[in-house]
């Protein structure tokens, strides 16, 4: 053996990284929507009618990918168009600070 230094990397696999729920659009059936947006929040019906109308909108955010789904799931039953993603990384997608 030479006197060289070996030097191994490990990739850990850790939790799933945090997903959030997109409202894309709200459709054209709008209270049913409203109601979906209220039931997959926990807000109150006016709040989520204000959510509904102001698609594109971010509804939930730090969720494991099982439950973005099942959410997504529900708001495209009734009507809107939704996606789930990955949440962005703190600092990803800014701009440094000057």
Do not use: F, I, N
Not at 67 to 76: D, F, G, W
């Amino acid at each position: 053996m030479a006197d060289e230094e070996s030097t191994e990397y490990h990739t850990l696999l850790c939790d799933d990284p945090s997903h959030e729920v997109v409202l894309v659009d709200c459709g054209t059936r709008e209270t049913e929507v409203m109601l979906a947006v209220r039931k997959v929040t926990g807000q109150r019906l006016w709040h989520s009618r204000a959510l509904a109308r102001r698609a594109p909108v971010t509804l939930l955010g730090g969720l494991p990918a099982s439950r973005a789904r099942s959410a997504v799931a529900v708001l495209e039953g009734a009507g809107a168009r939704a996606e789930w993603r990955h949440e962005p990384a703190p600092g990803e997608g800014t701009a440094p600070s000057p």
